[in-house]
Every structure is written in C-alpha cells, then in structure tokens.
C-alpha cells in the first residue's frame, strides 16, 4: 500500500519560513521522483518542485529562489523547504509521486502566510 504523509504546514508572517516533510512508503524511494504541489481555494492545483532519482531539481517560476526541494533516500522522505514566504503562497501543499502510470498523492498540508 503506498502511502505519502505531510507534516510541517501552519500559519507563518509574511518574510518566514517553514519546512514541509513528506513520508514515503509502499514504494521503492531511491527510485522514484518526487514532487510537491499546491493549490489555492478556487485554482488549479499547480507544481512548485520536483526532484529526480538522482537529485536534479526544478521549481515554479513564482517559488524559485525561495523554495528548496530535498530528499533524503535513507529516510523515505522528500522536504519543501519555503523561505520569504509571502501571503499568495497560501495553499494546501501536496506531495506526489507515481508508479508506473499511477499518481499517489498525499493528504495535504495547510500553509497560510499572513500577518
């Protein structure tokens, strides 16, 4: 049964960061790209991050620079680490992932940036 459980989400001011964490199991790790998403009420949910087997990274034009995707194989677990977060990046965040042609998703985490 694969499984992906984020953590790490709350209410942040403008200018601060968090960390979110995603725990992974069910499937082979080391052997499968990792993405996070996001969506706003009443948007698409849209990619913020990937990151490939071996560790080639790629962000969405509004997080790039701030946000830091990581993982750590030994752990089963992929990190979004958000600096100088700012009110639109309230959302849920989502972690992804897909065997084969199967998306596995997790619950979400909260974000909300506001003062």
């Known amino acids: 049964q694969v499984q992906l459980v984020e953590s790490g989400g709350g209410l942040v001011q403008p200018g601060g960061s968090l960390r979110l964490s995603c725990a992974v199991s069910g499937i082979i790790f080391s052997g499968s790209a990792m993405n996070w998403y996001r969506q706003a009420p009443g948007t698409r949910r849209e990619l913020v991050a990937r990151?490939?087997?071996?560790?080639?990274?790629n962000y969405a034009d509004s997080v790039n620079g701030r946000f830091t995707i990581s993982r750590d194989n030994a752990k089963n677990t992929v990190y979004l680490q958000m600096n100088n977060l700012k009110p639109e990046d309230t959302a849920v965040y989502y972690c992804n992932t897909g065997v084969g042609t199967l998306p596995y998703w997790g619950q979400g985490t909260q974000v909300t940036v506001s003062s």
């Open positions: 990151i490939t087997t071996g560790g080639t990274t």
